[in-house]
């Protein structure tokens, strides 16, 4: 398992975000690879993927909504 070093991190929040407080993640790009996490837990788990993973996922999602 690797670790990577997200204190630097530039978190950016979902364009879907209401700002009402509903779900909402948060994503920021780091060095080769994406994290997201939750905006309501922002010291909580983090996901972290490839570039290639995120690009894969955001193409999938469009797709489907």
Same mark, same amino acid.
């Given at each position: 398992?690797?670790?990577?070093?997200?204190?630097? %991190? $530039? @978190?950016?929040?979902?364009?879907?975000?209401? *700002? $009402?407080?509903?779900?909402? +993640?948060?994503? %920021?790009?780091?060095? $080769?690879?994406?994290? +997201? #996490?939750?905006?309501?837990?922002?010291? *909580?788990?983090?996901?972290?993927?490839? #570039? #290639? %993973? @995120?690009?894969?996922?955001?193409? $999938?999602?469009?797709?489907? %909504?």
């Amino acid at each position: 398992m690797h670790e990577f070093d997200l204190s630097q %991190a $530039a @978190w950016r929040k979902s364009s879907r975000s209401n *700002g $009402a407080g509903g779900n909402c +993640v948060e994503v %920021a790009g780091v060095d $080769a690879v994406v994290a +997201v #996490r939750d905006s309501k837990d922002p010291e *909580g788990p983090v996901l972290v993927m490839s #570039r #290639r %993973a @995120w690009g894969a996922f955001v193409r $999938a999602s469009v797709r489907e %909504a």
